[in-house]
């Protein structure tokens, strides 16, 4: 493996993989972040369990949690339409709709929503093209393996929530 020489990078200790361009990133890089292969740079991997929350957990506790923003019904009323794009809603409009979905936002990663349905739970992810969701084995049902799905801001908001809330 050859790395380029640090007088490359002036004050600075990197060297950089030639092979690092043949590599290919995951796809939900986002979702479920793994360390880079930069040693200076350190990227903690997530644990094996859901992400602490903000609002109530399944069985009705509410360790950690923070009341939900008093101007939600706010934002709830300013959503547009169902048939517009989800791309036409602004983000607090978007915020408030996953939480009136029942998905509770992650304290560590802003983006990541988690949702316990009675028949399966799911991650669901707010990417910078594309919302994903990962339908969970670990949860209710009998999913042999996790099922991931991936829906455009393109979409309609009551064709993503269909689909999403339709489960696995």
Known sequence: MSTLPSSTFPNSNLSLSTSLSSQKLPLFHTLFPK?????????QTPPPFLPPLLCKSPEGTEADEAAPPPEEDEWLQK???KSKPLYSHSLPCIEAWLRSLGFCQSKEDRALWVVHKPDWHAQLSLDVTDLYIRYLKSGPGNLEKDVERRFSYALSREDIENAVLGGP
């Open 79 to 81: 959503l547009p339409e």
């Open 35 to 43: 360390p880079l292969p930069f040693p200076h740079l350190r990227i």
